[in-house]
């Protein structure tokens, strides 16, 4: 396996191996924060394939450290378990055969006290393969190690995606969270911000770090355009819905308006009408739902639909992110311990919601940028082998960690997907 | 709800109140007794939709208390949960809407603290019920709690197959207990033995707890036939693999056929062949094939295939019936410990291993008896709606509960079913 | 391959050569004549897997005759095509493999004149065989013939069955033929006729040809019981229907109740609301529903809540046999030339019906009567291997010939199928 | 509906309705000429959910025309049949319903004379339409005409693949024509040509027809890249299978793999391993492989899989573009008929066989250009809606009319789909 080549040298991690194990040390107790408001019994559950319990997600955390770290460059080092290396793998052939994704619910065993245990198993032998490693070795490791804590900082977040979809599926409805922060805000009317064309550079180029899908940096030609200045609300969202949005073949791709007709979709994912109103499952537990929050558990058909019904568009995701990069890296992410979007608040000169709240449908296919070549090796299936019929999103979500986040960061996801925290910013070109 | 006809006057039950209370309470006892070497986690997986999870046991046992006791003779009554009704409503239209069988397993709530709170509430009601139902009531609850007893006797059975197909499906091959009772026994040579034909009566018809099924008892003409002395072994099995049963069209129905090419049978569930040895997975964690111990976790096709590669037949439901209602009701059954089949042992004047040991397939489709008629109400569902495309299966299993079985008693599966202990008893036209 | 074991010696094939070729030569004109009004297109469409488009049929019967007479019997015989054998296979492992049922619809070649010729060249071949063959063989041959007959008239009512249902799904509702019979019977009220039970003797054991299944003759015991004097009529089915019999549960066997709701099941097969009158579809076309006629195109889950509806049951085929017997074998069959049920008439001192117009539903899955043993070889696979999940039906259509039907005739559908000329006569026990 | 907006009035069907009328009868007479070889057999037959039966498509055609020009531009038309709207509406919403896509191929009736009627009877409406229509009616009339005319080429190319389908689906292996043009050419060593990066136009700007989604003409940023000289081999491609490309999952997509798995792939759609020489299927019938010939039939994910195992990568569709505008319109089209593709020949100076021969995967999903609008009405839904999970294919096919395709073509598939003729162009990065 070689090194991550889009690990960069001037990275905290790299600097000082005591700053390296700090890091690691804070994100993996994060993870276990995630997971204290779960019973045993929440531990286990898988409500569709696209989900993973959490003790799968806990595991294969713990996996990736012990997989791509410690049996590689740590000698005499033992494996916690033999079978671990089968049970945990998510998609890695490189590594080995996988144990079947849809039925990670099954897997009773190992327990939950057995996947802490390997977890402090793990954490030991990596503190000290941290401090020992001889210098030759540390560059190589801290690229991996910073691809661990990145890696790690995504399972949480979907960790919260299939959380929610667990406890939305189950008819008690229970909160994850009864003490979440919550908004008072409204949400004000859209205003449109102008964004010159021209050549412009995309794609990850500085210092710290990035997904190899985010580079190489390279140019592309953009034409005039003008982004909306807030993610659209469940209040906008309705009025397409009042309108007959999902009976309207016309507004819909092909792909698109067969799978309303199969899934029977009416709303969005989450909104149920009882009694004459409409109530959304959250994080928090069911609520009403709040118009000028931004509609959130949408799909690309659904913003793609949405958008046209508008006669507008979704922006390309070098549009996205030619606008985001001079921004501040702010917003609704994890931290702020709502778990969900919160409406806009007033106009601003700059548009709002771009990095936090809810990962942005762009109307950009997820391919490799050209020049891109995945890495050798098992952790080169990390994403490139994902670059077919899935769209990017850009800019995170309330359940991204702040610093997981950045312009250049390429998410992807299948167009018909749902669960995770995704929304809907309207683009137009200027002509 | 009308009272279940088949429940009779003589039960000790309705003898009196405290023996009714005492038997009540000991088979809820030994319904979490069975539980307890199950870790939290064990409580929630559903490997395939003829599973329960055994938290779904658990509290559906007590829904049927709580339902078709509770609920209607008791005034006043406060349900647990109102979501329960429906949670664990099992197949009982008339009750209401029923919870997705196939998504039991992703019920994380209620947690099993919370199911075994239930159990507590209904345990107590049902104990003030039973001691302050007016006279006038108590025969109709009598007959009710017969049948919840009984109900939950077959559950505990039911929970046993399902904790070793989730025990089975996980890589990890768990053991559900380690230290079960073994045995050291042999299998003898099969003898024969005759049975004269002739009118005969079959069903149950005499004191004592019966099923609705098992009735009314009612004449039948039989001819002379023979009955194998014993089960089928592992190794007599083993022949018919050898001789490439499981590839030879003419030996199968087609419907069987058909299922053997679709599922890749290739042995009995739970067979594996590693290293060049063959093993089975059992309640006692993995093992090696033991040649002697009978045959099971055969579907009815693989039954049906074996008699017709042997020249022979299974028995009929009467057959096996008139053969078995002289004997003692003594065997292999869960009081034993094995919680495995055992070898016969030397032969004997009587067939062996009538009793317990193995539920045996017939080649009686699952019909009713003449003049039979299902129960009015909710209870009706219990049997009488499961009479098409299963087949009867005779003589309690080394899970079943030795005072649920009697000769009368008729289980039945679908004939390409195989996850519980059934095994295979030969029989033959005496000419 | 050894002889049919119950092909009869004094059955008039055997009697006589010329004899025989002549009755092969007017059952196979018949085939043809079936099939003049279709037009070269509607002998290649298979709108379910039940359905096998008219071309194959045409083949397939051409095909019993070349594998299982000419091949082995004629010396120096050149099949007319090598493919033919795998193509027109319907279902004998033991003469090879068959090309896939659900795609017999995708065979544009060979064209209907190859399958002709296919036909021409085959009774050319049997012609001189049955005429030239040594007298020791003749026997054995003519056991062959005289079941290649049978098979041929038991297909000439598929293909019928199958035409209507091909027909029936597409949208132009093209009638098979628009000169068929009709009539302008009544159907009186039912009136019930007493049987006394006791100990009868059923199948086939006199003279004639008879299939293996309805062998051997032996005995069973009877209660005293009550049939319909007539078949149920689409006025007293919709009197089910408007009391809600689609929508209420407890009506209805689980697995029938199920197949309701995948279905969508809401009236028989071919019913059709439009404008608020029922319509329905037959082989002259659609017409609307005539209430005096037999309901036809029900499941055997249909006629069983039906049945239980109506506080009665289906027969049991022993009781159905037991009654039929002493009646002429005289009906509504595929010579009358409706092919349709037609109303009952008056009520007379025997039940009408009994014989022709539709198959009858009885109670009793299709298991092997006791001591039958299926024939050795391939012609061993005709009927044996089909005896699990499929249910008995008796005495025959307005799609049979009337030559091809007797008392002890043992046709089987599964419980859930449809398409074929299928009703409901009620019994009950007579206490 | 709106008239198509990219429709160009210099076109040859706008200059003279007379020349109008006869480009309109020479395309129609070519959809019969290519329907000359078959039975009436193989008109009904739909092999798979994509193909449709070479009959739906003569009467779609037609159905276009009297759907689009006659119904809203001919005052008092009458149409030839009412259901005919529903039956062969392919995929417009905005007409109405539509008959199932995958059950086209049970369409008996109407029959193959049918429609060659409803042929006839739209060509003479037409004729008199465009004869007298009013001169303001002439140009939206002209742009129609010319659409249907193009869309009938587009499904005169799929008939043949379709055909090809049904054909190589048959056991029989029947050919669609035994006097097809053969070539003697070899396959030169691949050279490669250096195309400048840039600011480039891309997308239709001049003269003549095409379809909506080739515009607008817009500007796009290229890097440096080089095309290779000819099309991949057989023989190239045989090397990638012996060398385990269809086993190695890490020359895949992740969803190429998946399918790779599924669908048991081990070499391109028609390839035969036989008696140790690969065979493959083709329109003049099953032939040996010729290692010089374009390989065809691959799919997306094995042109990517080829590409990244050859170290190399696909072109995107605006490099291939840039590339093949300059370059004349000549290649292997239908009209050469060898209806297969043949080997380049020797190395040129110019990419050889950038026009027809084989529709060439690019790494482009097919999206819309910056700018695009779908037309209004139900023309609209021609190509609009489709712009989701395809790639796009360039440079028109050996069965594709010359006159049909130009270098703005955007041909689209899904990139499992392997049965139109399709083939691997590699492309590099020039650094």
Redesign the interface.
């Known amino acids: 396996m070689s090194v991550h080549p889009d690990v960069r040298a001037g990275d905290i991690v790299v600097a000082s191996r005591q700053a390296a194990l700090a890091r690691y040390r804070a994100v993996r107790l994060q993870s276990e924060a995630l997971c204290r408001p779960l ?9 569709m394939a696209d989900v993973s319990p959490p ?1 799968w997600h806990i595991a294969h955390m713990t996996w990736f450290f012990e997989t791509f770290l410690l049996k590689p460059e740590q000698p005499g080092y033992r494996p916690f378990h033999p ?1 671990y290396e ?2 945990f793998n998510s ?1 890695y ?2 590594v080995g055969p996988q ?1 079947p994704r849809p ?1 990670r ?8 006290a057995q996947v802490y245990a390997y977890r402090r198993h793990v954490d030991e032998a990596l503190a000290r393969l941290v401090e020992r490693a001889p210098a030759a070795v540390w560059p190589r490791l801290a690229a991996l190690l910073l691809l661990g804590i990145n890696h790690e900082q995504q399972h949480q977040e979907l960790l919260l995606y299939d959380v929610k979809h ?1 406890f939305a ?4 409805k ?1 909160a994850y969270r009864h003490d979440l922060a919550r908004s008072n805000a409204e949400a004000d009317g859209t205003g449109w911000h102008f964004f010159a064309g021209g ?1 412009h550079a995309v794609g990850h180029g500085g210092e710290g770090f990035a997904f190899d899908n985010e580079g190489p940096r ?4 953009l ?1 005039d355009f003008r982004l909306a200045g807030r993610l659209i609300t469940n209040g906008e969202f309705f009025a397409f819905i009042e309108d007959g949005g999902y009976a309207r ?2 507004l ?6 067969a799978t309303v007709q199969r899934e029977g979709w009416r709303a969005p994912l989450y909104w149920e009408a009882r009694e004459g109103a409409w109530r959304i499952m959250t994080l928090g537990g069911e609520r009403e739902l709040n118009w000028d929050e931004p509609v959130c558990h949408v799909s ?2 659904e913003a ?1 639909a949405f958008a046209r019904w508008r006669g507008q568009r979704l922006p390309t995701e070098e549009e996205w992110e030619g606008a985001a990069e001079p921004l501040p890296r702010e917003g609704n992410f994890v931290e702020a311990d709502y778990l969900h979007p919160v409406p806009a608040g007033p106009g601003a000169r700059r548009p709002a919601q771009m990095f936090g709240d809810l990962w942005e449908w762009t ?3 997820y ?2 940028y ?2 891109y070549r995945a890495p050798a090796g098992a952790v ?2 990390y994403n490139g ?5 899935q769209m990017v999103l850009r800019g995170g979500s309330c359940a991204s960690p702040k610093d997981h986040i950045r312009a250049s960061y390429r998410n992807f996801f299948y ?1 018909h997907q749902r669960w995770m925290f995704a929304g809907i910013r309207l683009a137009e ?1 200027a002509p």
């Open positions: 019973t045993i019994e929440d531990y286990g559950v898988q409500s003790k079978a089968y049970l998609y052939n490189a144990y039925e619910g099954l897997l009773a065993r190992p327990t939950v667990n599926h189950n008819p008690l229970p050549v390279h140019e592309v030609l034409g073949p016309e819909w791709l092909s792909d698109g308006w690309y058909y793609d109307r950009s296919p391919v490799p050209r020049g080169g299936e082998k994902f670059m077919s019929n167009p070109d």
